[in-house]
Structure formats: C-alpha cells, structure tokens
C-alpha cells in the first residue's frame, strides 16, 4: 500500500518533525540530518534519536526518509572534495542507523571538467562501496536520478544502470525516482501512453522493482530542458493525468510517495499537494485504509 508523506523541517528537532508529518495526515516523511548546503555536521544527543524512535512509531511513521546534503559531490576527481563527500556520506549513514530510518536519497554529483563519465562513475562506485562497507546494516542508499545536462551523473537511466552494476553491496541500493527530474531529463510523463514508455525504458535499464521511493513532484520547465524547477501537483508540465497513469503501476502499489512540492504557505501547500496527489492514486494510502 502506498505510503504519502511530504520533505519535513527538522528545526525544530527531530521529534517535533515527526509530529508536524502526522499532523498533516503524512504516513512516512523525509528530512536533512543537517544544513542542505553546507558542511557543518551537528552533534546530537543520543536522546534526541531515541524520541524520534518512539515519536514515529507512535504516529505509524514508515518508512523514514533521510536526504544528503547538496554540497557532496562523490563523483568528483578532486581529492580533497571527494574524501569529504565521502565523510558526509558515511555521517549520514549512521544517523539514518541512529534514527531508525530505513532510507538514505543522495545525488549522484557531476564529473569533473578534465574527467570523462566512466571516471564519474568509477569514483561514485567506489566511494558507495567504501561508506557500506562500515556502515550499519538495515540502511538502503537510493541513488535519484536528475535532470541531467552537462557533466551531471544521473539523467539517463543507462547511468544508473551502469553506476549499479559497479557497486560490490548492489543488495543495498535502490533507487529514489524524482518525476520532475524525470520529465526534465527529457522522459515524457504527461499521457498513459508516454507514462508506458518512460517506465519501459526504465525497466529495460534499471528495473523497476528498484525504486522504493518517489520524489513526486510536478515540473515547472520544459521536456528534456535540463531545469530541476518542481511545481505543485497538477500545476506543471506533467498534470494529474501524468501522475495518475505513473501510480497506476502495479510494481509502485507499495512505494513511498514523498512531496517536495514548494512550501508556501505553510502549511497550506503541502495540504493541497496531499490532497491533490491523493486524488490520483488508484487505491486509498495507508492512513486513509486506517
């Protein structure tokens, strides 16, 4: 049964995120451990992951989402950035492990001016092996794919084929499908019939047993236009209609639906986002059965 939930602030702690979820009607929920666009790693409480625990369990709260920051670059051939992002990485990884959550979303980065999509990928691979390797067990990483353009890793759902079958622990990826970025990527999702086909490719490539979780989000810029500009549901390029023929896959009836649609107002847009994308599904989400 699919599971709805919405990008959630953790301002106000982890605890008071899981409340703010469930109080607008989310089933699972996803959050930054740390500031998005910078390096500086908080130092929690051990009690702080404990009440989270319980908060979402309390509140029925699953899966727990947790996203990188954006700053992390695992595809770079610049050693000092990339010993970083691997750092950053491996933090993540045992704060989702600390937090109970059951996902970590990364990006996968760019490759460098003077490096070629191979080397990218070569480094990406190694640094997912290096960070599993250590890591506590029960934490998938879910590679997104992205919008694509220029040196970025990701667009094309040939790279994260190749990027799979690179990863010695493959058992331990999956993947985070992000619509708008699908869409921008140049995947056409506004029909049933375009739907079948970007699904196709990605099942051909991928698989579409690996994708756990979706970023669904409509899309504000053009087909294959290279812009990761994310619209509220049935606002943007791709429409209710798109949505709908996506989530009537049967191989999604048990995925998690994450919105990162934009925020204002608060928290009236991610109310109508939900109700909006609750609209489309084929069946009722795990809250609504309840």
């Known amino acids: 049964m699919m599971r709805v939930g919405v990008h ?15 109080a607008l009607g989310c089933e699972t929920l996803q959050l930054f451990t740390q500031s998005p ?14 009440e989270f625990r ?4 309390r509140l029925g709260l699953h899966p727990v989402v947790v996203h990188t920051p954006y700053l992390p670059n695992l595809c770079t051939s610049d050693e000092t950035l990339y ?14 492990a600390q937090l109970g959550a059951e996902y970590l979303v990364i990006h996968p980065g760019a490759f460098s001016p003077e490096a070629t999509l191979e080397t990218g990928l070569q480094r990406i691979a190694a640094a997912l092996d290096g960070a599993l390797a250590g890591a506590p067990g029960g ?18 759902f040939e790279e994260i084929a190749s990027l799979f079958s690179r990863v010695k622990q493959e058992k331990r990826l999956g993947v985070c499908f992000d619509t708008c970025h699908a869409f921008a990527a140049g995947y056409d999702l506004r029909t049933r019939e375009a739907v079948l086909r970007s699904l196709a490719a990605f099942d051909k490539t991928v698989g579409l047993s690996r994708i756990e979780v979706f970023h669904v ?19 943007g390029q791709i429409g209710e209609a798109g949505f709908k023929a ?5 191989a999604f009836a048990g995925a998690a639906l994450i919105l990162e649609t934009p925020k204002e107002p608060q928290p009236a847009a991610d ?12 069946r009722p989400s795990a809250r609504e059965v309840a």
């Open 217 to 235: 989000n409509d899309c504000k810029g053009l087909l294959e236009g290279h812009r990761d500009l994310h619209e509220h549901i049935g606002k």
């Open 37 to 50: 666009r910078g390096w500086m790693t908080r130092v929690y409480d051990d009690a702080e992951f404990v």
């Open 139 to 156: 934490v998938k990483i879910l590679i997104e794919n992205m919008a694509g353009g220029g040196r970025r890793i990701g667009g094309r």
């Open 54 to 57: 319980r908060a979402r369990e």
């Open 246 to 250: 996506i989530f009537e896959t049967p």
């Open 8 to 22: 959630t602030s953790v301002r106000k702690g982890f605890a008071a995120a899981a409340e703010d979820a469930a």
């Open 271 to 282: 109310l109508e986002n939900l109700r909006r994308l609750r609209a489309v599904l084929p």
């Open 83 to 96: 010993q970083r992002s691997l750092r950053a990485l491996k933090d993540d990884l045992l704060r989702c």
